[in-house]
């Protein structure tokens, strides 16, 4: 039994994408006795995580966008009368081995040493929080990622590898608000899902820090994914500008590691 609505199976289909299919997790020491012998159960059973909030339950599931192994049962029983599953084929004995997938998975952020009690950014409320601000001040970096569509896990995934620099709480489902020392930035996805923001400020080292931090956690994250169209860009005199053409006219280098120290030149001197 599976998801019927031709829409959410669709989307599925791009978690599923996303997620792989792996039948064994051999390499984890905390997932090494287990043997998925139907991946539709895994697929189904995270699925029904991820829809913990569906507007067709009662109420909502995971508020806050947090997920814990009391809160599993609810969710498998709500997930059951929408005819996601079988609630009886996911047995509570199996819910800390579905967490910690998740997890694997860099769908949710274990909030406990046991991975009992995670974060799963994709339940996260869609509104995003007055106090996060675009960060503003002399000498800030503004980037932006073009696509045809961003896909589904992206925005998630990417909140679960800079989890750790979240400042105060400031997430939504579609972005977060990081903190690096005196640098803050913005990354967010916009809701029409064609780019992905990212604004950094503060003290020049730190901030460069961060800008770097940022630009390798995109790199690595774009090449996880196959046939992934981005357009990188920078906001140059005000305008956004293809990356691609500001090294060809050689006013960034083409290393960026090396642009670090482009972006430490004086306005007069980069435009000169």
Known sequence: ????????????????????VALNYGRDPRLRDTTV????????????????????????????????????????SAAEKLEMLKAKDYPSEKWPFVLRLMSLFQLSFPLDEGGQKQLVPALLPVEEPSAA????GEGRVRLRYEFSVVP???????????????????????????????????????????????????SQEARDDLTMMLRETHRGLFAEYKNLSVVKQMEWDGDWVPRAALE???????????????????EEEKRA
């Open 248 to 266: 060809k006219q050689g006013i960034i280098p083409a290393d960026e590691i090396a642009e670090v120290a482009a972006l430490k030149l004086p």
């Open 1 to 20: 039994m599976g998801e019927p609505d031709p829409a959410k199976q669709e989307e599925l289909a791009a978690w599923l994408h996303d997620l792989g």
């Open 37 to 76: 012998l139907r991946p539709d159960w895994l697929a189904n059973g995270i699925y029904a995580i991820l829809r913990a909030n569906d507007t067709r339950h009662e109420k909502p599931l995971a508020r806050e966008g947090i997920v814990t192994l009391e809160s599993l049962g609810r969710i498998y």
């Open 152 to 202: 589904a896990p992206l925005i998630p995934r990417l909140l679960v590898r800079t989890f750790g620099l979240i400042k105060n709480a400031l997430h939504w489902r579609r972005g977060a608000l990081l903190r690096y020392g005196p640098a803050m930035a913005k990354v967010w996805a916009t809701q029409d899902e064609r780019w992905v923001y990212a604004t950094i400020s503060g």
């Open 133 to 136: 601000t675009e960060p503003d």
